[in-house]
């Protein structure tokens, strides 16, 4: 046997036991280092190493053995990484992935000798309380109700909060780094801004109407720079509340609009253009077509619809469950191609699309920085349970697009002319 998978001393505690099963699987050298609550530690020196506080993560892992029951044990405390948290869910993930590669007869041996070692650690009981921090909506998926719910579980967070993070136009949405490679996040979003309202092809006088507007970053800059007339609408109180505060201080009074409302509400028609800026993830599968049919009717025959939208897998089409549980519940998302599809379908005419999934990796690591260099503010803002969430997230969120198991896409599409089709 060699030295990279040669077995762990017997008494090297809780840390090599648990290595050595991961070991007995891949058959190879773990790619992590593990401390436990025990004091034990094992595994390549150098490496993040993954912290077991607590044994009541073993019991959530049993009722719960995938992303929710790690996510809740991070959450509360019951694991953590000394070191870099992204690195760390790299090597992890590859890690299971390994795992699931195994032959079943070892997948079976590993589970039989998983159990027997549980038994010993008191894995047998009921699992702990799932964190306070998670979402729990109810109601029917996508009604106007529960929308409002899960929108404000996300949104509504803490202006604050998001002010720490975000650019100081507060796009929260992917940046775009055209070629300059020095640009900082705030340049990256202006260039963002600047590439949709060239797109739409905005002129002075324009009405374009910005669906789920967020803070406001377009709605004002669309404003400001083009002297569009915009009708801005969101379903989130606390943007409600900051992107009026916005407009009233920039003095864009007379061309911006903003409603606190559904995107189903009635909000008139005939605008020149029509944006929707990672609003669409929230829609549901069911509800999708008649969204698209809806930006369709609200734009003019020849105006313009763009859409800038993630996209993932057809058969992992939601968030995931630690983003539905913890980040942004009830999201639906789907490959490209099946939502340029329902736009045609709709009767828009697609023109154009444009990938940015590295660019979002980039975008998101400036947030992630942006919060770790404000860490006791942040947990000042919205208590150290959330906080952790964030770091999380951000951390797996730049993975999933550099990786490229999730893409973010703008897509221009046109209404036809009468008689054009």
């Not at 009921?126 to 306070?132: D, Q």
Request: net charge positive.
């Amino acid at each position: 046997m060699t030295a990279t998978t040669a077995p762990l001393r017997p008494d090297a505690g809780v840390a090599g036991r648990f290595l050595e099963l991961a070991r007995a699987a891949t058959g190879r050298a773990p790619a992590v280092r593990l401390r436990a609550w025990d004091g034990s530690e094992a595994g390549p020196h150098g490496a993040p190493v993954v912290v077991l506080r607590d044994r009541g993560l073993l019991r959530r892992l049993l009722w719960h053995p995938n992303e929710l029951g790690l996510a809740r044990g991070y959450v509360a405390g019951e694991i953590d990484v000394d070191g870099d948290l992204g690195e760390a869910l790299r090597r992890v993930r590859a890690e299971v992935a390994a795992i699931r590669r195994a032959p079943w007869r070892v997948r079976a041996g590993l589970a039989v000798r998983a159990a027997a070692l549980g038994l010993r650690l008191g894995m047998l009981a009921r699992p702990p309380a799932r964190p306070p921090t998670e979402a729990t909506l109810t109601g029917s998926r996508h009604s106007r109700r529960r929308d409002r719910a899960a929108v404000a579980f996300h949104y509504d967070l803490s202006n604050e909060f998001y002010r720490l993070i975000l650019d100081p136009s507060m796009a929260y949405s992917c940046a775009y780094w055209p070629e300059d490679a020095t640009a900082d996040l705030a340049a990256a979003q202006h260039a963002k801004l600047d590439l949709i309202c060239a797109k739409l092809w905005l002129r002075p006088g324009d009405r374009l109407l910005d669906v789920g507007c967020g803070w406001g970053s377009l709605a004002c800059h669309a404003a400001r720079r083009h002297s569009a007339r915009v009708t801005a609408v969101t379903v989130s109180r606390q943007q409600h509340a900051f992107v009026a505060a916005r407009i009233a201080a920039e003095g864009l009074d007379e061309l911006v609009d903003l409603r606190l409302q559904d995107y189903r509400d009635p909000v008139g028609g005939g605008y020149d253009a029509v944006a929707a800026v990672e609003m669409g993830e929230h829609v549901g599968a069911a509800e999708y077509p008649a969204f698209a049919a809806r930006l369709r009717d609200l734009v003019r025959p020849g105006g313009r619809v763009l859409v800038q939208q993630m996209s993932r897998g057809a058969h992992r089409p939601g968030g995931g469950a630690f983003i539905e549980a913890y980040i942004a519940p009830d999201m639906h998302m789907r490959p490209l191609g099946a939502t340029v599809s329902l736009l045609e379908e709709a009767g828009l005419e697609v023109r154009g699309v444009e990938a940015m999934r590295e660019h979002y990796g980039r975008t998101i690591r400036h947030w992630l920085a942006r919060l770790e260099a404000q860490w006791p503010a942040a947990v000042g803002l919205v208590g150290l349970e959330r906080a952790r969430i964030w770091r999380l997230y951000l951390a797996g969120g730049a993975q999933v697009f550099e990786d490229g198991r999730m893409g973010v896409d703008q897509i221009l599409a046109i209404r036809p002319e009468a008689g054009a089709q």
